[in-house]
């Protein structure tokens, strides 16, 4: 297993040779966090957003990195331009941690939008996945896509539309554009680390 700092110099160098890489980016960011080097997770967080503006968990993240700098009035500002983000996007976990770390450092979240009226037959079956547009419609997916308990417990939360979005789109671009090599325990961790982080599911701490 890498270190801490073995793996900023991988993704630092990843950050670099492919600059256009936002995942790259957002996860060097992520460990810069982790090592405390807030001012280059600030720098790492701002580019992942000039490439992806919609990337609404990003926002969240940058605003924590220039709290922890001191820098509040630019935290609460990109709180607020995140939660707008992710209001539109549907994403509701990151919507609502921004609303709650707005509400902390003394500013007031906006109001989230309406929920959208839903159509068709209600199937019963709720996804748990922040994000999801199944809404009352979500299907279940027939059978856990491999048998272990991660799958098991993706089968009783997760939609298939979401599922199928992970296996067939996300998990092909956090591949390629990482260069993951599934074989490497870094590898198998990364990937599962942007599955859990898809889905909504805790990432679990390091064993
Ligand atoms: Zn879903």
């Known amino acids: 297993m890498s270190s801490l700092q073995d793996r900023i110099v991988q993704f630092r160098k990843m950050a670099s040779d492919d600059a256009d890489n936002e995942l790259g980016h957002f996860r060097l960011g992520q460990l810069l966090t982790e090592a405390g080097d807030h001012a280059a997770a600030v720098t790492s967080f701002e580019r992942t957003l000039e490439i992806s503006p919609g990337f609404s968990k990003v926002f969240q993240l940058l605003g924590v990195s220039q709290l922890k700098l001191g820098r509040k009035d630019e935290a609460v500002a990109t709180w607020l331009k995140g939660w707008k983000v992710a209001d ?112 909504g599911f805790e990432v679990p701490a390091k064993a």
């Open 88 to 199: 539109e996007r549907g994403d509701k976990m990151p919507r609502d941690e921004m609303a709650k770390l707005m509400r902390e450092n003394g500013a007031t979240p906006p109001e989230p939008a309406k929920a959208q009226v839903e159509d068709g037959p209600e199937t019963g079956f709720r996804c748990t996945r922040p994000g999801c547009l199944a809404g009352k419609r979500a299907k279940q997916l027939a059978a856990p896509p491999i048998q272990d308990e991660v799958h098991q417990r993706i089968c009783r939360e997760i939609c298939a539309d979401c599922w199928n979005d992970w296996f067939k789109n996300q998990s092909v671009k956090v591949i390629n554009e990482l260069r993951l090599d599934l074989s490497s325990d870094f590898g198998q961790e990364e990937y599962d680390k942007y599955m859990f982080e898809f889905l």
